[in-house]
């Protein structure tokens, strides 16, 4: 991962005066969608064709350089999609952006929304991802701003894929309550994403999945959750001592009790809306 400054742009830079918030003619700050681990950019595009946010600001980012970006998606459209994305007036497009470093990148900028689509490298990998990812975030939100992390929800019987029969078992490896908890934010709903048996996707067919070591696409992608976090006044502090040891092979995995997390997962009611009403250029989208 990338932890320093040196940001790559395509389409335009950011000067020491650009620091501070762009504002609107009316001099009110103006609010900026900050997309991290895009990929392929495929999640932008699906993104701004359902919502055209007109008065809004969208930064998405990959954490590659540019080249290894067009390398590796090269035979995906990537390109082309770039170009498109580029004339886009209200969006910046820019490359080696660490999402465990969001408070180094954009210092004295906020973001009223961060999305964070399919993190993953190792397990252990991803639970140390995901808790400094939300500890930087943290640092570029203010109260009221929001966390949106998608995350692949299993099906728990392949004869029975209503919600509570499905494995939430990403969201409770990965540490994602507390890692949220320990940096001020609180998990106020769970949305559907992907349903593979319903047959329903949030964003359309532009957003495709990508692994993130290839252009390939994980099945189980097919079948996930969006969950949204709100930015509180309070935090707790990151619980080591509640968690304990599972063993995955020879692995020893710091974690939750399972059931324990996957009840309260599955007790969550699911937004089954996809036309997203609330996201609209008001105060109040999601």
């Not at 969608?33 to 946010?53: I, N, P, Y």
Request: aromatic residues 10%; hydrophobic residues 30%; proline residues 2%.
């Amino acid at each position: 991962m990338s932890t320093g400054n040196n940001h790559s742009f395509t389409r335009k830079t950011t000067t020491a005066s650009d620091d501070s918030p762009a504002t609107n003619n009316n001099s009110s700050v103006k609010k900026t969608r900050l997309l991290v681990g895009e990929g392929d950019f495929s999640f932008t595009d699906a993104l701004l064709e359902k919502h055209a946010f007109t008065r809004e600001e969208i930064i998405a980012t990959e954490l590659r350089s540019k080249e290894d970006t067009i390398r590796l998606y090269k035979n995906d459209g990537i390109q082309r999609r770039l170009r498109y994305l580029e004339k886009k007036p209200n969006v910046t497009i820019q490359f080696e952006i660490d999402a465990t470093q969001l408070h180094v990148h954009y210092k004295r900028q906020q973001f009223h929304r961060v999305y964070f689509n399919f993190p993953c490298t190792d397990i252990l990998g991803t639970l140390k991802m995901l808790r400094d990812f939300f500890q930087s975030a943290a640092k570029v939100q203010d109260v009221g701003h929001r966390v949106l992390l998608t995350l692949v929800c299993l099906p728990g019987d392949e004869k029975k894929t209503a919600d509570d029969h499905r494995k939430y078992w990403h969201g409770y490896v990965y540490g994602m309550v507390n890692a949220s908890q320990s940096a001020g934010y609180r998990l106020i709903q769970k949305r559907r994403f992907n349903d593979s048996e319903k047959k329903f996707r949030r964003y359309g067919n532009k957003y495709v999945h990508r692994l993130t070591y290839g252009p390939k696409s994980s099945k189980h992608a097919k079948d996930a959750r969006q969950y949204v976090f709100e930015r509180e006044q309070r935090s707790v502090k990151y619980r080591e001592n509640k968690i304990y040891k599972i063993t995955l092979g020879s692995t020893a995995l710091p974690t939750y009790p399972m059931r324990k997390f996957e009840h309260f997962l599955e007790d969550m009611t699911t937004d089954t809306d996809a036309t997203d009403t609330d996201a609209t250029d008001t105060d109040n989208d999601t």
